[in-house]
C-alpha cells in the first residue's frame, strides 16, 4: 500500500477528531448512567487523546510546516492562517481547563456538571469550525499552490504522525490502553459502547 499523503493525513484526523468530539458531545448530554467511574474515565481519555495526538502533533505540523509555507506562496490566506494560528495557541489551555471542569464535576458532583457542559461545547463547536476553516481555506489553496517537491516533505512528516483513531495505524505500544478504552467503551461514531 502505498503511504498517504499529508492532505489525506490531515483529512483523517480531522474525521476522526470530529468524530471523537461527536462522541464526547453525546456522552455529556446523555451523562453518567449507572457506571460514573466508566463514564468519567472514557471522557478524560478521550480529552487526555485530544491533548497527547492534535495538540502535540498534528497542530505543530500546520503551524511549523504547512502555514508557513502556504502563507508565502499565497498570501491571501493570512488571515485565516492567523486565526488558525490563534486557535491552536488557545486549544491546549483550553484541553486542559475542560480536564479540570471534568475533574471538578467528577469529585464535587452535579452542580459542576453545567460548567462542563457548557465549555465542552463551546470548546466542540469552535474545534469543528477551525478544522472547517482549514479544509475550505488551506488545504484548497495548498493544492493550488504546492509542488511535487512541497508536498514529499509534507507528506513525509505527516506520515509520522501515526495516529491510530484514523484506522491507518496501529496503537504505539504506549498509548495501546488508552486507545482500546476510548474504542471499546466510547458511544458510536468514534467506539463501540
Same mark, same amino acid.
Given at each position: /500500500?502505498?503511504?498517504?499523503?499529508?492532505?489525506?493525513?490531515?483529512?483523517?484526523?480531522?474525521?476522526?477528531?470530529?468524530?471523537?468530539?461527536?462522541?464526547?458531545?453525546?456522552?455529556?448530554?446523555? =451523562?453518567?448512567?449507572?457506571?460514573?467511574?466508566?463514564? @468519567?474515565?472514557?471522557?478524560?481519555?478521550?480529552? @487526555?487523546?485530544?491533548?497527547?495526538?492534535?495538540?502535540?502533533?498534528?497542530?505543530?505540523?500546520?503551524?511549523?510546516?504547512?502555514?508557513?509555507?502556504?502563507?508565502?506562496?499565497?498570501?491571501?490566506? /493570512? +488571515?485565516?492562517?492567523?486565526?488558525?494560528?490563534?486557535?491552536?495557541? %488557545?486549544?491546549?489551555? &483550553? &484541553?486542559?481547563?475542560?480536564?479540570?471542569?471534568?475533574?471538578?464535576?467528577?469529585?464535587? =458532583?452535579?452542580?459542576?456538571?453545567?460548567?462542563?457542559?457548557? &465549555?465542552?461545547?463551546?470548546?466542540?463547536?469552535?474545534?469543528?469550525?477551525?478544522?472547517?476553516?482549514?479544509?475550505? &481555506?488551506?488545504?484548497?489553496?495548498?493544492? %493550488?499552490?504546492?509542488?511535487?517537491?512541497?508536498?514529499?516533505?509534507?507528506?513525509?512528516?505527516?506520515?509520522?504522525?501515526?495516529?491510530?483513531? !484514523? +484506522?491507518?495505524?496501529?496503537?504505539?505500544?504506549?498509548?495501546?490502553?488508552? @486507545?482500546?478504552?476510548?474504542? !471499546?467503551?466510547?458511544?458510536?461514531?468514534? =467506539?463501540?459502547?
Amino acid at each position: /500500500m502505498p503511504p498517504l499523503s499529508a492532505l489525506q493525513i490531515i483529512r483523517d484526523e480531522h474525521a476522526s477528531l470530529a468524530a471523537m468530539l461527536q462522541s464526547m458531545r453525546l456522552m455529556v448530554q446523555k =451523562g453518567p448512567s449507572d457506571d460514573r467511574r466508566q463514564f @468519567f474515565d472514557v471522557l478524560r481519555a478521550m480529552l @487526555f487523546y485530544i491533548d497527547e495526538f492534535p495538540e502535540r502533533l498534528h497542530h505543530p505540523k500546520e503551524s511549523n510546516l504547512l502555514f508557513p509555507k502556504l502563507v508565502k506562496l499565497a498570501p491571501q490566506v /493570512m +488571515g485565516a492562517i492567523d486565526k488558525l494560528e490563534r486557535d491552536h495557541m %488557545r486549544s491546549e489551555k &483550553a &484541553a486542559r481547563e475542560l480536564q479540570h471542569l471534568l475533574l471538578s464535576w467528577e469529585l464535587l =458532583g452535579p452542580g459542576k456538571r453545567a460548567a462542563f457542559e457548557e &465549555a465542552i461545547n463551546k470548546y466542540i463547536d469552535a474545534y469543528l469550525a477551525h478544522m472547517s476553516l482549514e479544509e475550505t &481555506a488551506i488545504l484548497p489553496e495548498a493544492e %493550488r499552490c504546492f509542488s511535487e517537491q512541497d508536498w514529499l516533505a509534507l507528506d513525509a512528516a505527516f506520515a509520522e504522525n501515526a495516529d491510530p483513531l !484514523t +484506522g491507518h495505524y496501529p496503537p504505539v505500544q504506549a498509548f495501546e490502553k488508552l @486507545f482500546s478504552m476510548i474504542v !471499546t467503551r466510547a458511544p458510536s461514531p468514534i =467506539g463501540l459502547g
